[in-house]
């Protein structure tokens, strides 16, 4: 987990200093300008989990994101999806199958110049979950019997109907590449709020949240590539300084 985290951050890093390099090159050298803020709709998808799903034989997942811009600084923001995931641990073996989505907003932390439209925001936002879980099989544990210490039963139980709600904490960049496309990554910490369990089991793994093995909270990662579409543009003067 250490060095899941610091691989993140070291991309939260790497986003930002793209993002300030980008900038820095649009600073004219005039003392006035006029600025072009645009207002719009961002649509993508999380390429993470696309390519997550042609190497994990045990996953399929899919999520489409997007924001819309309210004012200078606040985005409305949300993301839903869809995945299957089989688990396979010591003791389990269960696949759980379900759709989400977050809704909520984001804040930009950066100030761009000029007609650059780069972020480096934080955010939050709320989660929900409609889901299944079916229990493949389980292992016993016999410490009496030493040649064979572990009996696998089969099961192929289901249970339906079951939900989850949560919260996020989220940080990320997106950075604009070419015309009106952008690549963005963000982590999220989440907390739960409501989990809907079955009997005689427990939610291990909840689409949109992930893992659930650390109790309440969980972690989250997204690598977006998203496409912007126009609606209407605000001209403001800026004053720089040279």
Do not use: C
């Amino acid at each position: 987990m250490k060095h899941t985290l610091r691989f993140l951050f070291s991309l939260l890093m790497l986003g930002s200093a793209m993002v300030f390099a980008q900038d820095k090159a649009a600073n004219p050298k005039d003392s006035s300008a006029v600025k072009t803020n645009r207002y719009g709709i961002r649509a993508g998808v999380d390429l993470f989990k696309i390519g997550r799903s042609s190497y994990e034989k045990d996953y399929k997942g899919f999520e489409v994101v997007g924001d819309y811009r309210l004012t200078k600084k606040y985005y409305l923001a949300g993301e839903i999806g869809n995945e299957n995931k089989t688990t396979d641990d010591d003791r389990l073996n269960f696949t759980t199958k379900g759709t989400y989505f977050k809704v909520g907003f984001d804040y930009n932390l950066y100030e761009n110049w000029l007609d650059m439209e780069n972020m480096v925001y934080i955010g939050m936002r709320y989660g929900v979950s409609a889901f299944s879980q079916t229990l493949n099989s389980y292992k016993i544990y016999d410490r009496y019997q030493y040649f064979t210490p572990t009996q696998t039963i089969e099961s192929g139980e289901k249970f339906d109907g079951l939900s989850a709600q949560w919260v996020e904490v989220v940080a990320g960049v997106k950075a604009k590449i070419i015309n009106n496309f952008y690549l963005g990554f963000s982590f999220r910490i989440n907390k739960l709020v409501s989990n809907k369990k079955p009997d005689g089991f427990d939610n291990l793994y909840i689409p949109g949240f992930n893992r659930t093995y650390d109790g309440t909270f969980g972690a989250g990662f997204n690598y977006t590539l998203s496409y912007m579409i126009p609606i209407y543009k605000k001209k403001v003067p800026v004053k720089i300084t040279n």
